[in-house]
């Protein structure tokens, strides 16, 4: 069955870094677009950052453009986030996403990101 299992987050300081992995399982993953998402307490869900099955186009969020890198190793079946500066309005849980079409997406469960002193 498809699998999204995200792993990385963590407690870290301001200004430190972590970068966060999703492996996939049970679709083509190479097909597939892939995004990280966030969420924070008592917000809604937004976008951090996309890239395209392929690898060659990414984008991201103004909120951690400059700061996030999104990158994918099709081998692997794995997407990353490498999170630098991180900075506590970065704090939210994590998730990955995988999408091909309206019919064909999934979510993995998450991965809490806590940035803090």
């Known amino acids: 069955q498809v699998q999204l299992v995200e792993s990385g987050g963590g407690l870290v300081q301001p200004g430190g870094s972590l970068r966060l992995s999703c492996a996939a399982s049970?679709?083509?993953?190479?097909?597939?677009?892939m995004r990280w998402y966030r969420q924070a307490p008592r917000k809604e869900r937004e976008l951090v950052a996309a890239?395209?099955?392929?690898?060659?186009?990414?984008n991201y969020a103004d909120s951690v453009l400059g700061r996030f890198t999104i990158s994918r190793d099709n081998a692997k079946n794995t997407v990353y986030l490498q999170m630098n500066s991180l900075k506590p309005e970065d704090t939210a849980v994590y998730y990955c996403?995988?999408?091909?079409?309206?019919?064909?997406?999934?979510w993995g469960q998450g991965t809490q990101v806590t940035v803090s002193s």
């Open positions: 890239i395209s099955g392929g690898g060659e186009a990414t």
């Open positions: 996403y995988a999408r091909r079409s309206s019919m064909a997406n999934y």
């Open positions: 049970g679709f083509t993953f190479s097909t597939y677009a």
